[in-house]
């Protein structure tokens, strides 16, 4: 009986270190994020927002190819699961995506190196009477 409290005292002891703010439960191992590091700078100082021109499935072919991407796809109409609408990571965050191509933006260039892009499932400009307007998502 004793081995087994004990057992259930180290289950509960264990489980609440996990629960630990600023500890992250990983796949196979925990993140200690509490001790951030004073000699670095974020990355990410720009959001990139595109529209694909194309429908989603043309958009997902060209943003997994070879000659571009970005990290992030939107549908015009997302699929919902479990209730929740469901986005495309295509690049992970910290990874670099080329969605900006040659570009400027007050100052900085490259802004494929500081920026997360996201792609918006959108035909772009609609033709209508009184001239070219952009759709809205």
Same mark, same amino acid.
């Given at each position: 009986? &004793?081995?087994?409290? #004990?057992?259930? @005292?180290?289950?509960?002891?264990? +489980? *609440?270190?996990?629960? !630990?703010? %600023?500890?992250?439960?990983?796949? *196979?191992?925990?993140?200690? +994020? &509490?001790?951030?590091?004073?000699?670095?700078?974020? &990355?990410?100082?720009?959001?990139?927002?595109?529209?694909?021109?194309?429908?989603?499935?043309?958009?997902?072919?060209?943003?997994?190819?070879?000659?571009?991407?970005?990290?992030?796809?939107?549908?015009? +109409?997302?699929?919902?699961? %479990? *209730?929740?609408? &469901?986005? #495309?990571?295509?690049?992970?965050?910290?990874?670099?995506? #080329?969605?900006? @191509?040659?570009?400027? #933006?007050? %100052? $900085? +260039?490259?802004?494929?190196?500081?920026?997360? %892009?996201? !792609?918006?499932?959108?035909?772009?400009?609609?033709?209508?009477?009184? *001239? !070219?307007?952009?759709? $809205?998502?």
């Amino acid at each position: 009986m &004793r081995a087994l409290l #004990w057992l259930v @005292g180290l289950a509960l002891l264990l +489980t *609440g270190c996990a629960s !630990e703010k %600023g500890i992250i439960d990983k796949e *196979g191992y925990q993140l200690d +994020t &509490r001790h951030r590091a004073q000699a670095a700078y974020p &990355r990410i100082k720009v959001l990139v927002i595109h529209y694909t021109a194309e429908n989603f499935d043309v958009s997902l072919a060209t943003l997994t190819g070879r000659n571009v991407s970005s990290h992030y796809l939107i549908p015009a +109409t997302p699929p919902l699961y %479990g *209730g929740k609408p &469901r986005i #495309w990571q295509l690049v992970p965050e910290q990874d670099q995506a #080329w969605h900006a @191509g040659v570009s400027f #933006w007050r %100052g $900085a +260039t490259r802004l494929n190196d500081t920026s997360i %892009g996201i !792609e918006l499932e959108n035909r772009g400009l609609a033709n209508v009477r009184r *001239g !070219e307007i952009f759709r $809205a998502v």
